[in-house]
Every structure is written in C-alpha cells, then in structure tokens.
C-alpha cells in the first residue's frame, strides 16, 4: 500500500511561483511514476506532469512546459512540483499519484495511489 500527502498550495497572484510536495509512504520503490495532475470545478481531472521515482525521465503537459519542473529528495521519499509564472488559468486542486508502470505516462488509469490534493488559486 502507498499513502500520498500533498502540500504547498495556497494563493498566489498571476506571475508568482508555489512548490508542492508530495510525500509518499508505504511500499513506493524504483518502478514507480509519480504524476501531477490538476481538476478545475466542472472540468475533467488534467494531466501536468509525471517522473520516474528514481528522478530520471520527466514529461510534462504543453500548459506546464516552460514553466513548471520536478525535483526529489529521495531521502525524504518526496517529489516537488514547482510552478512558477502562474496564471489564473492554472487555479485548480492539484493531486500527486503514483503507479508502478514502465515509464511516464499522462493517464491517469495508469496511477493505483492519489493524494488528498491541495488547492492552487491564481489571482489576476
């Protein structure tokens, strides 16, 4: 079993950066992805960006790319997502998950374990 707990998010105005976390317990371990995903009221759960646990291959979604990047601190079995050069557009919760699949992937049936998410508002 995995258990996600994401935090970081808050409120930002257009142009401001947020980092969130996501810290996994349980059995997570090389093979896993960790993926980013994003769901605005009255839309559908949206990819942003997924890594290899071991901090290799990265893919992100054309709405992130440029702007957002993952880093690990593989000692506290966490992954950020830092977001800079927010835009009102990217209010949403975000929810971390993680799946033991072959390489990163944007679906989200790929992905056994979700967080709680955490909520990113952007002000214009």
């Known amino acids: 079993q995995v258990q996600l707990v994401e935090s970081g998010g808050g409120l930002v105005q257009a142009g401001g950066s947020l980092r969130l976390s996501c810290a996994a317990s349980?059995?997570?371990?090389?093979?896993?992805?960790m993926g980013w995903f994003r769901q605005a009221p009255g839309t559908e759960r949206e990819f942003v960006a997924s890594?290899?646990?071991?901090?290799?291959?990265?893919l992100f979604a054309d709405s992130g790319e440029g702007r957002f990047t993952i880093s690990s601190d593989n000692t506290k079995n966490t992954k950020y997502l830092q977001m800079n050069n927010l835009k009102p557009e990217d209010t949403a919760v975000y929810y971390c998950?993680?799946?033991?699949?072959?390489?990163?992937?944007?679906?989200?049936?790929?992905?056994?374990?979700w967080g709680q998410g955490t909520q990113v508002t952007v002000s214009s």
């Open positions: 998950a993680a799946g033991h699949t072959a390489t990163v992937t944007p679906l989200p049936s790929d992905y056994s374990y």
């Open positions: 349980g059995r997570v371990f090389r093979g896993f992805v």
């Open positions: 890594i290899e646990w071991s901090g290799g291959t990265t």
